[in-house]
């Protein structure tokens, strides 16, 4: 049966699992009122299920969003972050879930799409007693739910939480190589990246080759800095902005830096959004000086309408959860599916020839590339059910 917005509050975590001290007696995260607009989140979201655990001894909230089984377990990462109030928190896991059910269907992997959300009073320290026991804890709610949701990276999380989480659960994908798993799925992402650019580029420029262009990489972490490399060694010449100058500085003499707050208006022929979500915005799309976007970021566009922004400004967008679906091919390629590496890599170069199709469905039905690939990943939604 589908179920619709249903929420399950968990018992709280087991009796024997030991209080941490920097978590025991924390501050509540979020102000104890009524979650404002519960019923309306979850009434508007077409998922199957959010579930919703309080962890009392670092005093967060854990939710897992299961958008949709229909194609498989529901997978996606678990985002960590403070969040200001609870139904921010649970409004980024449901918007997020979704996304990652659009994203496996369209990627065409056996795997359903979910989120989960550790809305946290403030960050823990890596490698602590308390961060240990945090990512115990929520290995045992992914393990409660038994299969439904599988596990992996997002936001603030990587192998060495990931590697925590599988002491208590084996549903998780992207432990630590030494652990048997298929580690970070960043580089992975930022070939697909690259494919989706091309792909952007034989739409836009009539030629998919990026030698000679100029690409604007916003945020050098995990994907953007091996994006980066592919980008130079391909020819382009590359422009970077990160907020941390370190990260910029890293990339030495591949790119030339850009402020930060500089990147909308910077001439360019590709930005790739690499950084955060909500880029592509009213305000920003009208100031954007190029002729591709395509990157890696979460939900890029700030609302649904941005994608009709985009095409009328003559920009060619390559929807985000089409472009980044490189980390999800690695992860179960690599723990799932017995995929080599060359295998896994022609699934990522695969990337180009998706996004033809969407641009194509595009054209066909006089809508945005943002609604030809929604449309396209539901429709293999509906066909599963
Ligand atoms: N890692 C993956 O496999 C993967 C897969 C799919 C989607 N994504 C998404 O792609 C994006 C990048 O992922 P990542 O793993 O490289 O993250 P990361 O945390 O390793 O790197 C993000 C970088 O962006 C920088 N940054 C943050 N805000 C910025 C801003 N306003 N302007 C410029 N730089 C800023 C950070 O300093 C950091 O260097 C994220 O939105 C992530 O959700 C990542």
Known sequence: ??????????????????????????????????????????????????????????????????????????????????????????????????????????????????????????????????????????????????????????????????????????????????RGGAGDPGPATAVGVFHAIRAACERAFGAADVAGRRALVQGVGSVGRRLVELLHEAGAEVLVADVDPDRTAAVGALAKPVAAEEVVGTPCDVFAPCATGGVLAEDTIGRLACRVVAGAANNQLATPEDARRLQEAGIVYAPDFVANAGGVIHLAGREVLGWDEAEVHARLAGIERTLAEVFAIADRERITTAEAAERLALERIAAAR
């Open 1 to 178: 049966m589908h179920l619709r917005g249903r929420l399950v509050f968990e018992p709280p975590p087991r009796a024997s699992e030991p209080s941490s001290p920097a978590g025991a007696g924390a501050a509540p995260l979020l102000d104890s009122g009524p979650v404002a607009g519960l019923d309306a989140l979850l009434r508007d979201w077409d998922g199957e299920e959010l579930v919703v655990r309080f962890d009392p001894p670092s005093g967060a909230f854990m939710l897992v969003a299961v958008h949709s089984t229909a194609l498989g377990p529901a997978m996606g990462g678990t985002r960590m972050k403070p969040y200001p109030r609870l139904e921010d928190a649970i409004a980024d896991a449901l918007l997020l879930a979704r996304a990652m059910s659009l994203k496996q269907a369209v990627a065409r992997l056996p795997f359903g799409g979910g989120k989960a959300v550790l809305a946290v009073p403030e960050l823990p320290e890596r490698g602590s007693s308390s961060w240990r026991g945090l990512f115990r804890r929520y290995g045992d709610l992914v393990e409660a739910l038994g299969g439904t949701y599988v596990t992996a990276a997002d936001m603030n999380t990587g192998s060495a939480e990931l590697d925590v989480v599988a002491e208590r659960t084996d549903h998780v994908l992207g432990r630590s190589p030494g």
